[in-house]
């Protein structure tokens, strides 16, 4: 079964920018991966951000962005916010079903 | 508005079967696209993907669990039940049902907690 990976933890500065990647063990991520990002806080359930690799839902705020870098699904908070601190997921698409990331624990400090 | 909502046992002993019911309203089953897809997070671990229901029937499953599993819909209802077989205590943790559309999943419900424990 594919394994996704992610960054176990990242911090950076409020007002900093940061890049969160998501990796795939059976290759490069590709748009036919339909990279989805989530935004997890504790005791909640996941908050949609991301889907089809950079397509914002309506909520998401525009600090957010999703793109393909370096054979990776990446996830860039840009001007970040204390409230931003949270755990990050990302869920691929691999040959029918759909896989998530161990998840990045992002410390804003 | 979509929203959903799982409900079932709060505790199951080991061995025994879990069915779990993610009510939803807001949105048909029978749009083409839309599915609806269970996710389970065992307590401060990772979120896990489990199963997934399109409209037609089509029904997808984890690799690592598809023995365990079973998705069925019932479109009358606005209901999609999630049974699992031989349940561990490593089965526990919070059941997560979610909205699919277009490849997106956008709309979760509140979770329902399962703890397997004899």
């Known amino acids: 079964q594919t394994v996704v990976t992610q960054e176990s933890s990242v911090t950076v500065s409020p007002g900093g920018t940061v890049t969160l990647t998501c990796t795939s063990s059976?290759?490069?991520?590709?748009?036919?991966?339909?990279p989805n990002w989530f935004q997890q806080k504790p005791g909640q359930a996941p908050r949609p951000l991301i889907y089809r690799t950079n397509n914002k839902h309506s909520w998401t705020p525009a600090r957010f962005s999703g793109s393909l870098l370096g054979g990776k699904a990446a996830l860039t908070l840009s001007g970040v916010q204390p409230e931003d601190e949270a755990d990050y997921y990302c869920l691929l698409y691999d040959n029918g079903y759909r896989v998530f990331g161990g998840g990045t624990r992002l410390t804003v400090l | 508005q979509v929203t959903l909502e799982e409900s079932g046992p709060t505790l199951v002993k080991p061995t025994q079967t879990l069915t779990l019911t993610c009510g939803f309203s807001g949105f048909s089953l029978d749009t083409s696209g839309v599915a609806v897809t269970w996710i389970r997070q065992p307590p401060g671990k990772a979120l896990e993907w489990l199963a997934l229901v399109y409209g037609n029937d089509d029904k997808r499953y984890s690799p690592s669990l598809m023995s365990r599993l079973t998705i069925t819909k019932d479109t009358s209802k606005n209901q999609v039940l999630l049974t699992m077989t031989n349940m561990d205590p490593v089965d526990t943790g919070t059941y997560f049902c979610?909205?699919?559309?277009?490849?997106?999943?956008?709309?979760w419900g509140p979770g329902t907690h399962v703890v397997v424990s004899s």
């Open positions: 979610a909205h699919v559309e277009s490849s997106s999943v956008d709309y």
């Open positions: 059976t290759g490069t991520v590709t748009p036919s991966n339909l």
